[in-house]
């Protein structure tokens, strides 16, 4: 079964950075659209960063100039590198696989990240 597990996440002050990565089983992130999505207390689910099989890039407005998706092939994980955390990061970061092929989605279990001001 598909399974992706992230793992990075932790508390850092403001101006901090964090790298999170998101490992796969049973899915190549080469061949899908990978992205991480985020939530907040009391917010809305959103995206905020993917990155398309071809290696596209779409960032969040909030997120950009600061935050870097990037997908390692031979490790089959997609990473985010988040410089210049802010207290409004603060949330919970889930890992997301989309494959076109099937139109399936796949979630990872998640991981809270914390920015003290």
């Known amino acids: 079964q598909v399974r992706l597990v992230e793992s990075g996440g932790g508390l850092v002050q403001a101006g901090g950075s964090l790298r999170l990565s998101c490992a796969a089983s049973r899915i190549i992130f080469s061949t899908v659209t990978g992205g991480w999505f985020r939530q907040a207390p009391g917010k809305q689910r959103e995206l905020v960063a993917r990155i398309t099989s071809g290696g596209s890039t779409n960032y969040a407005d909030s997120v950009k100039g600061r935050f870097t998706i990037s997908r390692d092939n031979a490790k089959n994980t997609v990473n985010l590198q988040m410089n210049n955390l802010k207290p409004d990061d603060t949330a919970v970061y889930y890992c997301?696989?989309?494959?076109?092929?099937?139109?399936?989605?796949?979630w990872g279990q998640g991981t809270q990240v914390t920015v003290s001001s």
């Open positions: 997301n696989a989309f494959d076109t092929a099937y139109s399936l989605n796949y």
